[in-house]
């Protein structure tokens, strides 16, 4: 039976000529032509290409964001040591 859209057993034109032209394109592409050192040049090339793209910070916004994170990282540091401080007493006082 058939309906709007095509047989079931059978596939529509358009996907066997996609499928064609795509297995085509897959086949040599352009990795196939360029040699490694030709790639890898491009590859360094799109990586100064997408670092252009970056938006920097400035001096204040970099300063800025230092000092939080080593505040950050002090406060941490900080806690981390009462724990510790607080836990080794306890074992100690459980374990003699």
């Given at each position: 039976?058939?309906?709007?859209?095509?047989?079931i057993d059978t596939p529509d034109a358009q996907d066997e000529l996609s499928?064609?032209?795509?297995?085509?394109?897959?086949?040599?592409?352009?990795?196939?032509?360029?040699?490694?050192?030709?790639?890898?040049?491009?590859?360094?090339?799109?990586?100064?290409?997408?670092?252009?793209?970056?938006?920097?910070?400035?001096?204040?916004?970099?300063?800025?964001?230092?000092?939080?994170?080593?505040?950050?990282?002090?406060?941490?540091?900080?806690?981390?040591?009462?724990?510790?401080?607080?836990?080794?007493?306890?074992?100690?006082?459980?374990?003699?």
């Amino acid at each position: 039976m058939t309906d709007a859209v095509g047989s079931i057993d059978t596939p529509d034109a358009q996907d066997e000529l996609s499928e064609s032209t795509r297995k085509k394109a897959r086949k040599g592409g352009k990795r196939g032509k360029k040699g490694p050192l030709k790639r890898l040049g491009t590859f360094y090339r799109q990586i100064i290409a997408e670092l252009r793209k970056v938006v920097w910070p400035t001096r204040h916004q970099l300063t800025s964001y230092t000092t939080v994170v080593i505040f950050f990282v002090a406060i941490m540091i900080a806690l981390v040591t009462v724990i510790d401080y607080g836990l080794n007493h306890a074992a100690k006082y459980v374990f003699g």
